[in-house]
């Protein structure tokens, strides 16, 4: 069965480490991530964008995938169905068809219209038993076509928000989606430590986990981060050991590529990212 993130979070951000989110694309990455995290007795979460669940044929399709999926393949260790950057009417779609966690990001709005369209989302989460993440101070980079630049959330807004009830909150603290530029000057923890002072308890989210050096992620950790988005790192392992395979040209004998084979490089090479980022993040047996 699917699971609110809740419980996963509250327990990582006690023992001191954080839940990947892990975003999918198709059947092959949603198996990749899931199994991976049964190999390593790890609580996962399945990340998905709105133009993701658009190419996978909706959000029905994504969740019949999923638990299909979670029956078939015998996982045991909790899973949370997220939706990634959801807009009001996304998030309102994910909860009718079944996702058990959903992002509700109003970082782009003005503030009292993100205050407001999260505190309908509070409480329908709560009645549903879902876990519901709201965003502060716009993650940059691009995602699904949308392009930001690395903001630091204000602390105050950041309060107000955790304030509502939400489960967990992404505040910006100079992190992008996407790879970072080569004069990026690194995690604001002045502003994290400034967050974290002003909503307690509350699980942070880190977006953006491509590319941030290790100690930098382990001192996220440290000051209260419990959850970290990976989406790229996935995306460029699976898309090196595809080309690889395209060009070693080992299954062609004249009639084209088989395209179970043609997939398999590249799940096993998201499988490895994923293993690689459950043992930084700390979440190893933590199921
Ligand atoms: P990256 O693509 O930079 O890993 O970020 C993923 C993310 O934050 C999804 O919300």
Request: charged letters at 25%.
């Amino acid at each position: 069965m699917l699971v609110s993130a809740k419980d996963m979070l509250n327990k990582a951000r006690d023992g001191k480490y954080a839940v990947g989110q892990f975003n999918i694309n198709n059947l092959e990455w949603t198996k990749a991530i899931l199994l991976t995290a049964q190999e390593c007795n790890s609580p996962v979460i399945l990340g998905v964008s709105e133009g993701a669940g658009k190419y996978m044929c909706g959000y029905n399709t994504v969740v019949g995938m999923t638990k299909g999926m979670f029956e078939t393949l015998k996982i045991t260790v909790p899973v949370a169905l997220h939706l990634d950057h959801g807009t009001f009417e996304g998030a309102k779609a994910c909860i009718n068809a079944g996702f058990s966690s959903i992002m509700f990001d109003g970082s782009h709005l003005p503030f009292e219209e993100n205050l407001a369209k999260t505190t309908a989302l509070v409480n329908t989460c709560d009645v549903l038993g879902l876990s519901l993440e709201a965003e502060v101070g716009a993650i940059g980079g691009e995602e699904d076509g949308v392009v930001g630049s690395g903001e630091c959330a204000d602390p105050d807004e950041c309060k107000k928000i955790a304030d509502l009830g939400v489960t967990m909150l992404a505040a910006g603290i100079g992190n992008i989606h996407g790879k970072y530029p080569a004069n990026w000057p690194g995690l604001s923890f002045e502003t994290l430590e400034k967050v974290k002072a002003k909503v307690g308890d509350m699980p942070l989210v880190l977006h953006g986990g491509t590319g941030i050096p290790d100690d930098q992620i382990k001192k996220a950790i440290s000051l209260g981060v419990a959850k970290i988005n990976v989406n790229t790192e996935c995306q460029l392992s699976f898309q090196e050991a595809t080309r690889k395979y395209i060009e070693e040209g080992k299954d062609l004998q004249g009639k084209g590529f088989d395209p179970r084979k043609l997939l398999a490089p590249g799940f096993e090479a998201i499988k490895a990212k994923v293993k690689e980022k459950m043992e930084l993040f700390g979440s190893v047996n933590k199921a």
